[in-house]
């Protein structure tokens, strides 16, 4: 099998080989490059010593980011390659670096030690693949299979779970049944990875072509780390828009919705304040108020432990309070909605109550999706006619007040405001002229 690898990889395993070591580009680059997916990133590994690397590559910018543990990066035309003796290791006390690493000069002492078969195979021209663990044979079928002992390689690192639940959604692969009953039951070994690690493969995991299968079958190894999805689990809503328990309607939800990271996350938790809030009528029927304001507090708290960015949390708690706000197909209510969340915080909102309405019942599914449609044209409209919905786009500004004479910063923003109001309600159009003499009947 020949692998097309970019210049920059030929040159470094051509180095190392020239200096008298072996040298292959390995796992991820290789999995993706046999799927005729984008390879990103090329990692190697190789014979040679930490400091036979550095020495091999004494005319290049390089950094020493993990020496111990036999990994050198190496600057090649201004991009990082990250390149590893072959090692052995020694227990993983802290669930994530082995206690102790021996160098090796033999290839398949480190292929051994990797997570799965896809990821265990390695590549150079000279000698082309090398995959002793059957990863050919596993990306054909399709599978995610641990090598050796599923217990022996989740123990060593625990994100190894998450990771073969990121590989499963993105790729839509299945997981080979030992590996999945190891999942399951070393499960609980994720309260030991930082925050920080877990929200990286979980992001992925999400955006996946099949994250609907992996929320269903994998549900209780997502509540360790996120354990306030329990109450979802077999949750009844008994309501007519729904004929789902909450958990099947929030995993429709999520697969409904665009793979984008934020999208999915707010998707994932926008009802699960259902279940504290629900109320029942005489008739029997449920109903949940000011369910999206606990969701909203509820998800900032989960993405706040998890160490997500502070922007996600800002926009994942603005779509989960809005979620549920019933747009009506009226220029004036979408560009309010424009103005005060942003014209892409619409957009993305749009997005999502989409997701909502398709994960619901069919009560009013036609109707609640030819509505959305409707709001969908106007703000397509409205943004490709550049109207007026926000003070950017006003035709005065604070400057244009002052010239009026007014000097109070509070009763300016309070001029350009009303102002704003009335080109967004069409009681004046947006021009300077018009706007200036609104303006002077409001000083």
């Known amino acids: 099998m020949k692998i097309n690898m970019p210049d920059d990889a030929k040159l470094i395993i051509r180095t190392l080989e020239d200096n008298g070591f072996e040298c292959f580009a390995v796992g991820g680059c290789i999995r993706d490059s046999i799927l005729e997916k984008t390879v990103n990133d090329w990692d190697f590994t190789t014979s040679a010593t930490p400091d036979e690397i550095l020495k091999s590559f004494d005319s290049y910018t390089t950094v020493d980011i993990g020496k111990k543990y036999g990994t050198i990066c190496v600057v090649v035309n201004g991009k990082n390659y990250e390149i590893t003796t072959y090692r052995t290791e020694d227990n993983y006390s802290d669930s994530r670096h082995p206690d102790s690493v021996s160098f090796s000069k033999n290839l398949l002492d480190d292929l051994s030690r990797r997570d799965f078969t896809v990821n265990a195979m390695a590549y150079n021209d000279s000698i082309g693949l090398v995959d002793e663990y059957g990863g050919i044979d596993d990306l054909k079928l399709g599978v995610i299979r641990c090598i050796g002992d599923p217990d022996v390689r989740f123990s060593e690192d625990a994100l190894r779970i998450l990771r073969a639940l990121r590989f499963a959604s993105v790729y839509g692969f299945s997981i080979e049944s030992n590996t999945s009953q190891s999942i399951l039951r070393n499960r609980n070994n994720l309260s030991l990875i930082a925050p920080e690690r877990i929200n990286k493969e979980f992001s992925k995991l999400l955006c996946g072509n099949t994250v609907d299968f992996i929320l269903r079958r ?111 197909p009226d220029r004036a209510m979408i560009k309010r909605y424009m103005r005060d969340l942003g014209s892409d915080m619409v957009s993305m909102l749009l997005d999502i109550q989409r997701a909502d309405i398709l994960a619901q019942s069919s009560y009013k599914r036609v109707e609640k999706l030819n509505t959305l449609d409707e709001v969908h044209t106007l703000y397509l409209d409205i943004l490709n006619n550049d109207e007026c919905y926000s003070l950017d786009t006003l035709a005065v500004n604070g400057k244009d007040i002052i010239h009026l004479g007014v000097q109070s910063g509070e009763k300016i923003g309070l001029i350009l405001n009303t102002l704003l109001d009335k080109v967004i309600d069409d009681e004046v159009e947006n021009i300077k002229e018009e706007l200036v003499a609104c303006a002077l009947t409001l000083i």
């Open 218 to 328: 994998y549900k209780d190894v997502i509540a360790v780390f996120i354990p306030e999805i329990t109450c979802m689990f077999s949750f009844d809503q008994n309501n007519k828009h729904h004929n789902k328990d909450l958990w099947r309607h929030t995993v429709s939800a999520v697969k409904n919705t665009t793979p984008d990271e934020i999208l999915r996350i707010a998707m994932l938790l926008h009802d699960i304040g259902k279940p504290m809030t629900v109320q029942t009528d005489s008739l029997g029927v449920s109903h949940f108020p000011q369910h999206q304001k606990l969701s909203s507090a509820m998800a900032t708290t989960i993405l706040k432990r998890l160490r997500f960015p502070s922007y996600y949390l800002n926009d994942v708690r603005i779509l989960i309070e809005h979620h549920d706000d019933r747009l009506e």
